[in-house]
Structure formats: C-alpha cells, structure tokens
C-alpha cells in the first residue's frame, strides 16, 4: 500500500487550503484513514480520521474542530483535508496515515508542507 499526499503550500491566516492522498490499493474502503501533522521540534500529533465503515465516522483534534473537514471517495481511493480559517500554529508537515480493520495505523505516505502567515 502506498499514500501520496498533495495540496499544502503557503497561505495567509485566515485562508484555506485541501490536502488530498492517494491510496494505491484495491481494498481502500476497508481503511480507516487519518491525517496527522507534525511541526518542526514537535512530536508528530493526530489532525482528523475517517473510518473504514460506510457511514464514515469522522473524528477530530480539538484544536482543529470546527475549522478542518476530513472526507473520503471510496471510488477515487482518496482521503481528503478541508483546511478552513487556517493559523500560523497549523503550520506543520501534514501526514495521510492508513489503517486495515483491526489494526493500527500501519501505513503512512510523505508529509505534504502547509506554511500559514501571519
């Protein structure tokens, strides 16, 4: 299984950017996907997950509630990151992350870099 992530750049606080990554799998729908982020001298820390089941439960970090949308389209093999009303302290390298039923987070793709600006 492979993840690519894309979509993060420099953006000014306040504005908006979509991450999106790639699975290169044919039981996609069966993962449960995450995003995670990590800044410089910080530990790596979870952003938002979507499960593997139909309906798609989805669950957030509190920093990022109400601002970040995590989606999926089984059909594209594709997890999404709707990043709203961004901050500078969003700024990290941002990780897709991939886990099989009954299991952990055992797959992860490249970081994509979101910069934002004061």
């Known amino acids: 299984v492979q993840l690519q992530a894309s979509g993060g750049g420099l953006v000014q606080a306040g504005g908006s950017l979509r991450l999106s990554c790639a699975a290169s799998v044919r039981t996609f729908s069966r993962y449960s996907m995450g995003w995670f982020r990590q800044a410089p001298g910080k530990e790596r820390e979870f952003v938002a997950a979507i499960t593997w089941s139909g309906g798609g439960s989805t669950s957030y970090a509190d920093s990022v509630k109400g601002r970040f949308t995590i989606s999926r389209d089984n059909a594209k093999n594709s997890v999404y990151l709707q990043m709203n009303a961004l901050k500078p302290e969003d700024t990290a390298a941002y990780f897709c992350?991939?886990?099989?039923?009954?299991?952990?987070?055992?797959?992860w793709g490249q970081g994509t870099q979101v910069t934002v600006s004061s």
């Open positions: 992350a991939g886990a099989p039923i009954g299991s952990t987070w055992s797959t």
